[in-house]
């Protein structure tokens, strides 16, 4: 079965879309057939969503159903670091490939912060 | 005097909060830029509620005060937050326009409807900029806010400027600011002790919120700052906290003024 992301939850800027997505999407894992959600390319999708639809999906042990389609690399950039962090299997597939794939995670750089006396050194740019 | 981050704390600070009425001194202002709007908005606000009101000298300049009263600055701010009428509760009701300031109330779309607010102005303007992702950044730090903020009201602000080739967005208010929503969750109790500038730095990072399943809009934040090669400064109580590509920094602010204060800083692509 293949489903919009705008199918399950619109907009798709907040963790609580992302919760609304995963109840809307629950009814179909509980069937048991993999699932594509096409990420829709022309609507913002932001981390929170994500993070909280791709959570939801490991919690409930249905993340290797889902295949998400990507259609750009920030996109895929947002899926490496959910997997990361929340040490959940996250399947994607190009909008131009047949191979379903394990994305890589990648975690956060978490850059050192330097502890100055005066405001920034570096003005706006 | 330009009244942004890096001075607004400083002339703040020189407010005499002893005095009955309190003089704030705004005369050598010729502008204003994003955070500093919103600072002096959550520096007022917060006092106001505290039963202080104050003397403001206006700028001299009649740029900035005109900016100012087509704001409607000192109505929205010079009052108890509740008794700010319910029409100017301003909700993006342009599409082209910039400069409105937007209040943010802890309600369920109040992300979504900002975010979109501000994709749709960037997308009606010639702006060459990155607009999802600065709808995405934007409306992860209005929901931050409508989450965890705690006080009555946030407020945030967007500008566009063409010669500059710049989109700054500031979001602030006067609520109970990181450290105390940090430490709330027990996790990270011990932060109740640190610099209010170290439970910054560490709400940047994944996963750490006060909540239990954790959060990652600030840390998403710092990112799209990074890739976008723009600027991010945050104050809370007397710390804060800048974000470059190349630097992450924290200090001390002049003044110690509840609750969280952020600028974003964009430029555009060339």
Redesign the interface.
Known sequence: MKLLSTDLAYPTLTRSRGAMAYLQLKPLLNEGAPIEIDLVEDQPISLSFLDELVRLLGDSQASGQVTFLVHSEDILRKLSRIAAMRSVDVWAQGVDGNVRFLVPPVPFDEPEATQSGAKPSIGKP | LNLN??TVDELLAKVDLAQVRPNIDLSNVTFLEPFALVYLGAYLRHHNRHGKSFTVNLPTATGARGYLARMRFWERFNFSPDLIRRENLVRLSSSTSFNDILDIENT??V??EI??GV?RILRSNVVSVNK??I??LV??LV?NFAQHSQGPLAICTVQYYPN?H?V?FAIGDCGIGIRNSLSSNPQYQSLRSQPH?VAA?KAF???VTRRG?????L??VA?GI?DA???L?LSTGDG?????E??????FMYHDLPGVQIEL???EER
């Open positions: 981050f890096w369920g779309n992300a979504e975010g979109e994709l999802t992702s709808a995405e409306s992860e929901d500059a710049r700054d500038n730095l990072e994944p996963l399943e954790g959060g990652t809009g840390t998403e990112e990074r090669r723009g600027m400064v804060w906290v800048s974000m470059t190349a630097k992450t920094e924290r200090g800083s964009f430029p």
